[in-house]
């Protein structure tokens, strides 16, 4: 594999890091805004965090499975 190809997995990598942090932090976020409105703390704000990193598992497990799938058929994706 080429440089150019080692560099686009390593900012697919990162990308996927970064939303895996992202959707935690939104519904996190998310969650405990709609606490304060409705009164319901920390209910809302916990919920939202277990949700944001069920989420953001999902996600990474999806991102990591295309990367590998990546790996398996370079063929695919000419550098």
Do not use: C
Not at 41 to 47: I, K, M, R
Not at 53 to 63: C, D, H, K, P, Y
């Amino acid at each position: 594999m080429s440089d150019n190809g080692n560099l686009r997995r390593a900012f697919e990598a990162a990308t996927l890091v970064t939303e895996f942090a992202l959707v935690i932090v939104v519904t996190l976020y998310l969650g405990y805004r709609l606490d304060i409105w409705l009164g319901t703390e920390p209910w809302l704000f916990l919920l939202g965090t277990l949700l944001g990193f069920v989420a953001g598992l999902i996600r990474l497990f999806q991102g990591l499975g295309k990367l590998q799938d990546d790996d398996d058929h370079p063929e695919d994706h000419p550098s």
